[in-house]
Each structure stands twice: as C-alpha cells, then as structure tokens.
C-alpha cells in the first residue's frame, strides 16, 4: 500500500489541490478515467462540507487528506479539528415531492454515497474523519 | 470557471465553461440570480463545456430553478456534458430539469 497526506488550510480555493492530489492517487491505485472522476467528486464534497459545517466557514482550521493505494482500491480520508458534525445522519433530499420543497441540503452527502463504494463518518470530540473507498469493480477477484 | 451570457427576445442563454465547485459557484449562481432579477426568467444554460460540477453547482442551478418557476420562467439545460449528465443522473436532479441535446432545441423550446 502506497499512503500520502497533504494537509492543507480549510478555503475553497484549495479544492482544485484537493481533486488533484485524490485523481493522482486513484490512477496510481489503477482506477478507471470514471472511478477517478467519482472519487475527485465525493472528495470535492467532502471536503467542502467540512469547511462549510465542521468549521462554520473558510480559514477556521486545516483538514488532513490522507489517500491509501492498493491495487483496485483507493482509501480516502480526511480529518479536521472543527466541531462533531456528523453528515451520517444527513437524509438524501426527497425528489418526490413539489419542486417548491426540495430541500437543496444534503445533496453532498447524497453525491458522495452514490459515487463511491464506503463512505464512513466518525465525528469526535477532538477530531472528525470522513473516510471514503472506492473500489475497480472490472478487476477479477 | 467562465460565463457568457447571450440574450434573445424571449430567452437568456447562458454558457458556463470550465468547472463549477464551491469556490466558483457563488459567481454561477450571481450571474443566474442577475438574469432573474433583470426580469429574464425564461434561461438556457449551455453546459456542452462543463468539465466538473460538485453539488455547489448543483444547488445553484435548483435555487435559480425554483425562483424561475415562481415568475412562471423555467430552466432549460442544453447540451450537458457527460460529466455533467452523469452528476446530476447520480442527484436525483435529472427528471427535475428538462434537458435538450442542443442550445437551437432548448431555445426553441420556450
């Protein structure tokens, strides 16, 4: 297994750094161009949501992305020091309903569990951990 | 990201090229809420160039939405492109925005 962290200040314009690092990892776990493009995304929320949620806004705190490559599996983490904030308990927006009520919350948590295979959250007291994990289903186990 | 607005008798056409996340959507959903509030509620947005879009683009294209069809306007998508098709498919979004395979369909369609 090949791990690499960056740690970078929580502000959104620091997203492009984060995909980037995430895209690089999953190629070097062999990932296809899609499973790639999904694991750039479900990070790109992740992240986002910690910034907007754990710290309440931009330049409050730096997040610790950690990625994890096997062969066929890329292990994406993240960690911050913001406030519990579990997104677990997030409810998917309700599309059966009037256009009018679609609650536009929770469309990134909805994302991040479309897009990949595991998605973990583990608010704490000191330090939350999102971890995410994508795996290349077209590989003969 | 960049934005192109056109603006036709009946219709705003609006391009967005590039990618579209949390950093960049307050300047796509600004340039939307403008067309609205210049009483142009009947949008076209291009999105054949979109090559990333988060759930921060997302929301502002439902937001706009939402506020179009209160003035009886509507959001039409034209040419998403397959990232886009695939990201609003995985929300949930894509039976909620009428979508045509090319810019001339969506105009002509208000």
Do not use: W
């Not at chain 2, 009946?10 to 960049?24: L, Q």
């Amino acid at each position: 297994m090949v791990e690499t962290t960056l740690l970078v200040p929580g502000r959104f314009d620091r997203l492009e750094t984060i995909t980037d690092f995430v895209a690089r990892a999953a190629r070097l776990a062999g990932l296809n161009e899609s499973s790639v493009y999904h694991c750039e995304l479900a990070a790109d929320e992740a992240y986002s949501n910690i910034i907007m949620h754990a710290y309440g806004g931009e330049n409050r705190g730096d997040i610790q992305l950690t990625c994890q490559c096997e062969p066929g599996i890329l292990t994406i983490i993240f960690e911050d020091h913001g406030r519990p904030f579990d997104s677990g308990s997030i409810k998917a927006p309700d599309l059966s309903g009037p256009l009018e009520e679609l609650a536009e919350g929770g469309l990134g948590v909805h994302l991040m569990r479309q897009l990949m295979d595991e998605v973990k959250f583990d608010p704490g007291r000191d330090q939350n951990r999102v971890t995410l994990v994508k795996r290349d289903h077209s590989r003969v186990p | 990201m960049e934005i192109s607005v056109q603006d036709y008798k009946r219709v705003s056409v609006i391009k967005v090229t590039g990618r579209v996340d949390s950093a960049t959507a307050p300047d796509l959903e600004a340039a939307l809420k403008k067309q609205l509030e210049g009483d142009k509620a009947h949008i076209v947005m291009d999105l054949s160039e979109v090559e990333y879009m988060s759930s921060a683009g997302l929301r502002a294209m439902v937001s706009t939405l939402k506020a179009a069809r209160r003035v009886s306007g509507d959001v039409r998508i034209a040419a998403a492109s397959p990232r886009v098709e695939e990201v609003l498919h995985l929300a949930g979004l894509s039976s909620i925005f009428t979508m045509y395979g090319t810019r001339e369909e969506a105009i002509a369609s208000f």
